[in-house]
C-alpha cells in the first residue's frame, strides 16, 4: 500500500534526519524525554516551528473535559512527533498515534524508538486513511 503522505514527505524526512541525528549522538538507553528535548532542538536548528508536550483537550460525545493528554512534539502544527524509549514498539503505540491523529484532525505522525540499535528500525510513519485508520510503514 502506498503511504498517503506526498506533501508532508519532506518534512517527515527531516524530522526523522533529526532523530537519527539526536540517536548518533546519544545511543539507545536513555530517557524518554532526553531524546524529547534533544530532538525538539534539532528541528528548532532546521528552522522549524516545533512545541513540546501539546496539551490536547479530551472531547468526549462532544464535550470538552477537563481531562487532556500530551502530545510528544508537533511539528510544522501538522505533524505529531511520538518520541518512545522501550524495548520494542507495539500494536498499542501505533494506536495511540491514531487516537492522537483523530483527535487533532491531523493527518500524518511520526512514532520514533529511541531504544534501538538503528533507529531506523524503530520509525514508523502514520497517516489516517479515509476510512480513519491509520495505515503505518517502517522507514
Not at 508532508?8 to 549522538?25: C, M, N, P, S, Y
Request: aromatic share 6%; with cysteine; net charge positive.
Amino acid at each position: 500500500m502506498q503511504f498517503p503522505d506526498g506533501k508532508f514527505k519532506e518534512l517527515t524526512a527531516a524530522i526523522i534526519g533529526a532523530a537519527i541525528e539526536v540517536h548518533r549522538h546519544l545511543g539507545p538507553g536513555l530517557l524518554e524525554s532526553s531524546y524529547e528535548e534533544c530532538l525538539e532542538w534539532e528541528l528548532t536548528q532546521l528552522k522549524l516551528s516545533v512545541k513540546r508536550q501539546v496539551n490536547v483537550p479530551l472531547i468526549y460525545k462532544g464535550i470538552s473535559l477537563r481531562s487532556v493528554y500530551r502530545l510528544d512534539l508537533l511539528v510544522e502544527k501538522s505533524v505529531i512527533v511520538d518520541v518512545k524509549s522501550v524495548v520494542a514498539l507495539l500494536d498499542v503505540h501505533h494506536a495511540q498515534v491514531v487516537t492522537y491523529l483523530r483527535h487533532t484532525r491531523l493527518e500524518v505522525g511520526l512514532l520514533i524508538n529511541f531504544n534501538e540499535a538503528l533507529l531506523r528500525q524503530g520509525v514508523r510513519r502514520i497517516a489516517l486513511t479515509p476510512r480513519g485508520n491509520g495505515v503505518w510503514e517502517q522507514i
